[in-house]
T-cell receptor, first 109, second 114 residues
């Protein structure tokens, strides 16, 4: 079965602390993996995708095929990073996104 | 470019009724996908339209149907509404072409079924 699991519903850290949002996936093929973010009162938007290997707003994510994980990391959290984060995958040759349940990141001052 | 737009913003219906939600894709996009997001959950894929045809479908009953128009806008129709259909319905559009293209989301339509 194709599935994305985000084990933490809420992650609370202090400003300046490192952040790691966990994402594990279940898929037998080679997936495309994404992190989407939703800030308060804004629409869902792409944060990064693994094939781009970009760093967006200081966030990075590495695909670990052995552990079937795609954790999102940032070395120093900022208050403006507070938002809901969704990990998602697209199975090969499909256009659909399969989302995890999301993790709320709360960065305290 | 206003990006992906959806209407209406909110909608209240009663059980058994039918509802139509609308979506206009981002300029230059021809592929439209619909998602259902229940409270506290991640979005779930309903279906995707390209070239006015349903190309992919998620695990949703036939009560959920859609349409894409020649201008690439799309409608989502839900018949015989159930209480469990209460959710935020998201539309996303993407560029044409092969491969996996980034999906851009609209603000959603909040449907409440009483």
């Amino acid at each position: 079965a194709q599935r994305v699991t985000q084990p933490e519903k809420l992650l609370s850290v202090f400003k300046g602390a490192p952040v790691e949002l966990k994402c594990n996936y279940s898929y037998s093929g080679s997936p495309e993996l994404f992190w989407y973010v939703q800030y308060s009162r804004q629409r869902l938007q792409l944060l990064l995708r693994h094939i781009s290997r970009e760093s967006i707003k200081g966030f990075t994510a590495d695909l670990n095929k052995g552990e079937t994980s795609f954790h999102l990391k940032k070395p120093f959290a900022q208050e403006e990073d507070s938002a809901m984060y969704y990990c998602a995958l697209t199975p090969s040759n499909t256009g659909k996104l399969i989302f995890g349940q999301g993790t709320t990141l709360q960065v305290k001052p | 470019d206003a990006g992906v737009t959806q209407s209406p913003t909110h909608l209240i219906k009663t059980r058994g009724q039918q509802v139509t939600l609308r979506c206009s894709p981002k300029s230059g996009h021809d592929t439209v996908s619909w998602y259902q997001q229940a409270l506290g959950q991640g979005p779930q894929f309903i279906f995707q339209y390209y070239e006015e045809e349903e190309r992919q479908r998620g695990n949703f009953p036939d009560r959920f149907s859609g349409h894409q128009f020649p201008n690439y806008s799309s409608e989502l129709n839900v018949n015989a509404l159930l209480l469990g259909d209460s959710a935020l319905y998201l539309c996303a559009s993407s560029l044409p072409g092969p491969g996996v293209n980034t999906q851009y989301f609209g603000p959603g339509t909040r449907l409440t079924v009483l």
